[in-house]
């Protein structure tokens, strides 16, 4: 059987797709006929509003993009799959269940995964932070369990921060722990750290620090041979991990499996390629939603000059930037460089932005 094989094939819908292609839209820019956009599910979900549906403060029809009218009013075809292999030399993508997609330019904007420890006995649940969509399915289910459950949050960055006390506010029965591998909210302004603390102590989270969980048995979490918190789920949000397929894909990937990228966000190694978002490694730029935004504005130039040869234009790292976590209670914490705050005007602001950002990429 004869391997279709597309102009472009977009491979995820992360941010900077989701920016590329309204931006696309906007001025009346239509794909090249056969163009493809590959998503696991029919919707995209906006990682940034995931913690306000946990609380209750959003629906999943507000955190969510439903990706057929993007497609549709930019000439994409919308294919549901996840990617298996990518042979970069071929230029082929495999999808989960067999089917086979040829490409002559390739877009990469397909996020990570949160590296997790290890667990033979199944004696504790382990659940990803991403993708959210399962996760949301499992938290759905804990609303149903009655009785005190003995959750724990793995992770010490903002997405970890954020989700416990989220799970603290949906799941006012269930004991709530923290641990971090490091210090608490490390790399962020000292003063939202010291504010964050403050916050789980007064919502009765409990903190564990600079304590690497490596392993779970028999339902204690252990770190080397030392028992560390008896719990009966781990959610895991600790930080970025590549997918498996990307460091068999021939694309040159840096020390941590992720895809090398220029300021053109192109693969060093195969021009044909670009990469950004989660899945991409570029100096100065964190893996992080802020970053993949502004990166999309760079794609909706890029993609297009891609397909005829023009040069790419530089994407340029912002120097710092503006960090927003939900404290569940409509306020937020701030950090910004050296500088952080919290309360209710910052939950606000996050709330600004969040809503305006999905009203602008909804067309349903």
Not at 55 to 74: D, W
Not at 238 to 249: D, E, F, K
Not at 333 to 362: C, E, I, Q, T, V
Request: hydrophobic share 45%; with cysteine; proline share 7%.
């Amino acid at each position: 059987m004869t391997t279709p094989v597309s102009p472009l094939v977009l491979a995820g819908a992360g941010h900077a797709h989701l920016v590329a292609m309204r931006c696309w839209i906007d001025r009346g820019y239509r794909v090249p006929q056969g163009a493809i956009l590959i998503s696991p599910t029919p919707r995209a979900w906006y990682s940034g509003m995931m913690p306000g549906l946990l609380a209750g403060r959003f629906t999943e029809e507000q955190c969510a993009v439903e990706l057929a009218p993007l497609c549709h009013a930019c000439g994409l075809e919308l294919v549901i799959g996840e990617i298996a292999h990518l042979d970069a030399n071929a230029q082929v993508l495999t999808l989960q269940g067999g089917r086979m997609q040829g490409y002559e330019h390739l877009s990469l904007n397909v996020g990570s995964v949160p590296p997790q420890p290890r667990c033979a006995d199944y004696s504790v649940v382990m659940v990803p932070a991403k993708p959210f969509a399962p996760f949301a399915n499992q938290w759905q289910a804990w609303q149903k369990e009655s009785g005190a459950m003995e959750l724990t949050v793995l992770g010490g960055g903002p997405a970890a921060f954020e989700l416990a006390l989220a799970l603290h506010q949906s799941l006012p029965e269930a004991q709530i722990a923290l641990i971090c591998g490091g210090g608490l909210l490390a790399g962020l302004a000292p003063e939202a750290a010291r504010q964050g603390r403050n916050l789980l102590v007064e919502r009765g989270i409990a903190l564990t620090e600079h304590m690497r969980v490596e392993r779970a048995s028999g339902g204690w979490l252990m770190s080397e041979s030392h028992r560390i918190q008896k719990t009966s789920a781990l959610v895991i949000a600790t930080g970025a991990a590549p997918h498996p397929w990307q460091a068999s894909s021939g694309l040159e990937c840096d020390a941590s499996g992720f895809v090398r990228i220029n300021a053109g966000l192109q693969s060093v190694s195969h021009p044909q390629v670009l990469a950004s978002g989660d899945c991409a490694s570029l100096p100065d730029t964190p893996h992080s939603g802020v970053y993949a935004v502004r990166q999309g504005a760079s794609l909706e130039k890029n993609l297009p000059a891609l397909l005829v040869g023009q040069p790419l234009a530089e994407y340029q790292p912002q120097p710092r930037a503006l960090i927003l976590m939900a404290t569940a209670d409509g306020g937020a914490l701030m950090s910004y460089g050296r500088w952080g705050a919290s309360g209710r005007l910052p939950g606000m602001w996050k709330d600004h932005l969040d809503l305006g950002f999905m009203r602008r990429h909804r067309l349903d």
